[in-house]
T-cell receptor, first 112, second 114 residues
Framework: KNEVEQSPQNLTAQEGEFITINCSYSVGISALHWLQQHPGGGIVSLFM???GKKKHGRLIATINIQEKHSSLHITASHPRDSAVYICAVRIRYGGATNKLIFGTGTLLAVQP | DTGVSQDPRHKITKRGQNVTFRCDPI?????LYWYRQTLGQGPEFLTY????????KSRLLSDRFSAERPKGSFSTLEIQRTEQGDSAMYLC????????????FGPGTRLLVL
């Protein structure tokens, strides 16, 4: 079982729909990242959060530390949101580590 | 463009050859990371530098892999005696900070070993 799991693996939506992508993890973490990867490889960091909720434009990320779960929401989705969305966590060790563990990603296609 | 550059963007090589990739991070960033991503999977951590010191290495980084960051600026990742299983996207990221921080990713180098 992967330490970081995402659902769904694939998601097709119509333009304008509200989208939710989920991430569950099984380890203690110091922070969780949401990343966006477009075809061709480029990865952009969307959010980094350790508690609560963050909002940037049409994107909202939430995290529940007790339940070890995070969600990424996209409001009023648009075809340009089509990409792979990846959840990554930094494990909380006794010592310092900066290693990120990644989920396998959610492939989102938003149709016009 | 995040400001992190990687060279080359694509590399095709024959099994058994050595390859070297370069990453130029954002100039003031003290931390640099290497990741590997295979098709349909999320990235996997390979190694991490703080300035010129290599502080963490994954078990994925066999003795055929070596990474350097000699002056705390650019970094190189060398794979010796390449194998077909080394075919992947190699991603570099950089960040600045002491505690939790955002990582900025380069465009990646796609390696194909024939």
């Amino acid at each position: 079982k992967n330490e970081v799991e995402q659902s769904p693996q694939n998601l097709t939506a119509q333009e304008g729909e509200f989208i939710t992508i989920n991430c569950s993890y099984s380890v203690g973490i110091s922070a969780l990242h949401w990343l966006q990867q477009h075809p061709g490889g480029g990865i952009v960091s969307l959010f980094m959060l350790s508690s609560g909720k963050k909002k940037h434009g049409r994107l909202i990320a939430t995290i529940n530390i007790q339940e070890k779960h995070s969600s990424l929401h996209i409001t009023a989705s648009h075809p340009r949101d089509s990409a792979v969305y990846i959840c990554a966590v930094r494990i909380r060790y006794g010592g310092a580590t900066n290693k990120l563990i990644f989920g396998t990603g959610t492939l989102l296609a938003v149709q016009p | 463009d995040t400001g992190v550059s990687q060279d080359p963007r694509h590399k095709i090589t024959k099994r058994g050859q050595n390859v070297t990739f370069r990453c130029d991070p954002i100039s003031e960033h003290n931390r640099l990371y290497w990741y590997r991503q295979t098709l349909g999977q999320g990235p996997e951590f390979l190694t991490y530098f703080q300035n010129e010191a290599q502080l963490e290495k994954s078990r994925l980084l066999s003795d055929r892999f070596s990474a350097e960051r000699p002056k705390g600026s650019f970094s190189t990742l060398e794979i010796q005696r390449t194998e077909q299983g080394d075919s992947a996207m190699y991603l570099c990221a950089s960040s600045f900070g002491v505690v939790e921080e955002t990582q900025y990713f380069g465009p990646g180098t796609r390696l194909l070993v024939l």
